[in-house]
């Protein structure tokens, strides 16, 4: 599979299963300056089964399946990481994982753990 046929995949599985949620960056080191940076996206949302509760993964933990496609569409240019926001259902939540999944050297899926 060509990493342009995974992301093909991803993205109509995405558009299927999906929902629509927001990326949220903070920039700024003071509550006055702090402003966001932000992008709507569309993400693959789950939760995790009682028994996946191991290595640091808490009951409400939620996994964030995405595609490269939605960061380019959104103007997203860089990938999420640790510290920023996933906004779901209204609910702002942390972003406590982040896993970038590559064929070759080109990024196909963004997998990230949130919490909140």
Same mark, same amino acid.
């Given at each position: 599979?060509?990493?342009?046929? %995974?992301? @093909?995949? !991803?993205?109509? =599985? #995405?558009?299927?299963?999906?929902?629509?949620?927001?990326?949220?960056?903070?920039?700024? *080191?003071?509550?006055?300056?702090?402003?966001?940076?932000?992008?709507?996206?569309?993400?693959?949302?789950?939760?995790? %089964?009682? @028994?996946? !509760?191991?290595? =640091? #993964?808490?009951?409400?933990?939620?996994?964030?399946?995405?595609?490269?496609?939605?960061? *380019?569409?959104?103007?997203?240019?860089?990938?999420?990481?640790?510290?920023?926001?996933?906004?779901?259902?209204?609910?702002?939540?942390?972003?406590?994982?982040?896993?970038?999944?590559?064929?070759?050297?080109?990024?196909?899926?963004?997998?990230?753990?949130?919490?909140?």
């Amino acid at each position: 599979m060509t990493p342009q046929q %995974a992301i @093909a995949a !991803l993205d109509r =599985g #995405i558009w299927t299963a999906g929902q629509s949620i927001a990326l949220r960056r903070y920039t700024g *080191t003071s509550a006055e300056s702090r402003v966001y940076l932000e992008v709507e996206a569309r993400a693959v949302v789950t939760g995790f %089964a009682p @028994a996946e !509760l191991v290595d =640091g #993964i808490k009951q409400g933990d939620r996994t964030l399946i995405m595609s490269p496609t939605e960061m *380019t569409r959104g103007k997203w240019c860089w990938p999420p990481r640790i510290g920023d926001k996933a906004v779901i259902g209204g609910r702002e939540t942390n972003v406590e994982a982040v896993t970038l999944r590559e064929i070759g050297d080109v990024l196909v899926r963004i997998e990230m753990r949130v919490r909140g």
